[in-house]
Nanobody
Framework: QVRLVESGGGLVQAGDSLRLSCAASGRTFSIYGMGWFRQAPGKERESVAAISSRGIYTLYADSIKGRFTISRDDAKNTVYLQMNSLQTEDTAVYYC?????????????????WGQGTQVTVSS
């Protein structure tokens, strides 16, 4: 089974930047589509960004207003989420997800593998 482990979360102030990392096990990482989701207390999980195999296509949620960038380094089996101009409404647990068909998708049911999440807290 593929394992995904997120890191890089923490406590920051509004306006700061943070980079999340997701390290994947297995030798077939390069063919997976990858995505980032987030969930705040009392709210539903929402898609943040997605990237296809080989990084050909990317998708972003309207809610992030162009502030985030998803990227991948297949040699390191790692996907990243660069988050700039963080605001209090970005506070959530951020989850990494993998999709074996290699698609960039923002639909949670499309994903086959999930990490345990990393907490991002933004104070004003």
């Amino acid at each position: 089974q593929v394992r995904l482990v997120e890191s890089g979360g923490g406590l920051v102030q509004a306006g700061d930047s943070l980079r999340l990392s997701c390290a994947a096990s297995g030798r077939t990482f390069s063919i997976y589509g990858m995505g980032w989701f987030r969930q705040a207390p009392g709210k539903e999980r929402e898609s943040v960004a997605a990237i296809s195999s080989r990084g050909i296509y990317t998708l972003y949620a309207d809610s992030i207003k162009g502030r985030f960038t998803i990227s991948r380094d297949d040699a390191k089996n790692t996907v990243y989420l660069q988050m700039n101009s963080l605001q209090t409404e970005d506070t959530a647990v951020y989850y990494c997800a993998g999709e074996r068909r290699g698609l960039a998708t923002m639909r949670a049911p499309d994903y086959d593998y999930w990490g345990q999440g990393t907490q991002v807290t933004v104070s004003s």
